[in-house]
């Protein structure tokens, strides 16, 4: 580990250095930005979560900076949408290669890269799932969802889908009626197509008060009671048809707080679905392009998905850019013909090459083994401190996708403030390694409130996952 933790520090040197911030920093202060914010910022995005909100000013690798040039370890990575590292100088190479080249062009005309990055994820699918099918995108996840939900629709003429229980697929009106907290959704008055929410296998908090060891799948055989009782609402048992057209599903549920379901859960669940003619929509917009070790999330779980969603990491954050594949009974262009849905960016050359260099690194590296083991290392660090740190109620992961539950002294009881608390105390930027100041940027996600989820760029190295478990223990030494 020695030889890893000097090239830490070179990397902390070289971020701390003057001249990876030199590029980009405008002569304007935090202060002067702050007031400006002040008059003319809209305080209805998520910028204003807390009174006064940190400002970064330079990124690279797994780090964020500050004016100060402090770096942040940052175990978020935007949200999930940075998989490669920022300033990944592969994909920053295409996209500036094609902003020399084909920069703009009308998203009703044809260009190579569309079809090739429709061609890579096609193939990959064919070979993930021995199904052939299609891919149609937009310029964002919650774009993607309602591209979705339209495709379903034209397939099956319902209007109503499944979801689960803290789930989220995205704030635009159609993405808001599969997004579970109600808090997504009480400005804006009533929600006629609401999905059907059913409880995710959320096992540290079975909502049926049961084991997972000993359950049997207990929450999928209740669903599947529904179906079976012809006076429950989802199934006509004359005319063999569902109401519902789809379930919405997040493989490992992400803003619900990195929930990872048991190995059978989804084989439980889909045979039900199969059973009573509900399609399944695999949303991987968090956990897609290997967050878990595998390209999806689903492939865990050996079931084969009706559409599978994807945005975020596609195009490692350079521009945004979403997509659905749908197998060929879905999609084919009899059944969706030219122009059933389309924005004036969703084919966009920049976000398709970065798209296309995000899916050939990818298919070129060895992530699927490199995430198992790193994800592994990784837990292995916070079972550890899990065992240190009472505060700390429940650890898990699936490839870099990990979590820790912050729980009150008895070790159950969801501790939010804590939660609140570590979250601040990272920003502040005043932790130590090796000597030297730094910060640690988290995100939150849950049921409860309480759960930190790990996102780290995927290429991080063993060292900065070293660096994380300490800033991690120092900052639960601090304040539990
Ligand atoms: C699983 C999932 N679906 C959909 C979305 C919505 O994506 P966007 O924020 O790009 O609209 C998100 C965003 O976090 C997500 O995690």
């Known amino acids: 580990m020695a030889i890893l933790e000097k090239e830490l520090v070179t990397n902390l040197n070289k971020i701390n250095s003057k001249e990876s911030t030199e590029l980009n920093r405008l002569d304007i202060s935090d202060e002067e930005l702050a007031s400006i914010d002040k008059e003319y910022c809209t305080y209805g995005d998520k910028i204003h979560a807390e009174p006064n909100p940190k400002v970064f000013r330079d990124c690279n690798g797994s780090f964020m900076y500050d004016s100060k040039n402090v770096p942040y370890l940052d175990l978020e990575m935007w949200f999930a ?67 979705a939900l339209k495709l379903v629709r034209n397939y099956t003429h319902k209007n109503r889908m499944f979801s689960f229980f803290g789930g989220f697929h995205g704030r635009t009106l159609g993405a808001s009626c599969l997004t579970a907290g109600y808090r997504y959704r009480k400005a804006f008055g009533h929600f006629a197509d609401e999905a059907h929410f059913v409880p995710y296998p959320y096992c540290f908090r079975c909502p049926y008060g049961k084991k997972c060891d000993s359950c049997n799948y207990y929450c999928v055989q209740q669903l599947r009671r529904e179906f079976e009782d012809n006076c429950a609402g989802l199934y006509d048992h004359s005319s063999k048809e569902a109401s519902l057209g789809a379930f919405f599903v997040e493989p490992v549920q992400g803003s619900g707080g990195y929930i990872i379901p048991p190995k059978g859960y989804f084989k439980e669940l889909k045979k039900v679905l199969d059973d ?9 917009i968090q956990m897609g392009f290997y967050r878990t070790g595998k390209l999806w999330a689903i492939e865990h ?32 262009p009899e059944i969706w013909p030219n122009g059933r849905t389309h924005s004036t960016f969703c084919n966009n050359p920049i976000g398709m090459r970065a798209g296309y260099e995000v899916m050939k690194t990818l298919e070129e590296g060895d992530f699927e083994r490199e995430v198992a083991n790193k994800g592994k290392y990784f837990l292995d660090g916070l079972k550890e401190l899990e065992k240190r740190h009472k505060r700390i109620g429940h650890v898990d992961g699936l490839g870099l996708a990990l979590r820790i539950e912050c729980v009150t002294e008895d070790g159950y009881t969801p501790d939010p403030e804590l939660l609140h608390n570590i979250l601040a105390e990272g920003l502040k930027g005043d932790l130590s390694y090796n000597g030297k100041k730094c910060g640690l940027i988290l995100n939150k996600g849950s049921h409860y409130n309480n759960t930190i989820t790990l996102v780290p760029a995927i290429t991080i190295s063993y060292a900065e996952i070293d660096m994380a478990l300490s800033l991690l223990d120092q900052l639960f030494t601090r304040l539990s």
């Open 81 to 147: 949408a940075c998989n490669l590292g920022y300033k990944n100088k592969r994909i920053r190479d295409a996209v500036v290669n094609q902003l020399d080249t084909l920069p703009q062009i009308s998203s009703h005309f044809q260009y190579d890269y569309k079809v090739l990055l429709s061609e890579k994820i096609a193939k990959a699918n064919i070979k993930r799932f021995g199904r052939k099918g299609r891919v149609h995108f937009n310029v964002g996840g919650s774009q993607v969802i309602e591209d």
């Open 276 to 284: 009573f003619g509900v399609l399944f929509v695999d949303d991987e």
């Open 301 to 332: 779980y050996d079931v084969k998905p009706d559409v599978i969603t994807f945005s975020k990491s596609l195009t490692n954050g350079l521009n945004p850019l979403g997509g659905m594949w749908a197998k060929e009974e879905l999609i084919n």
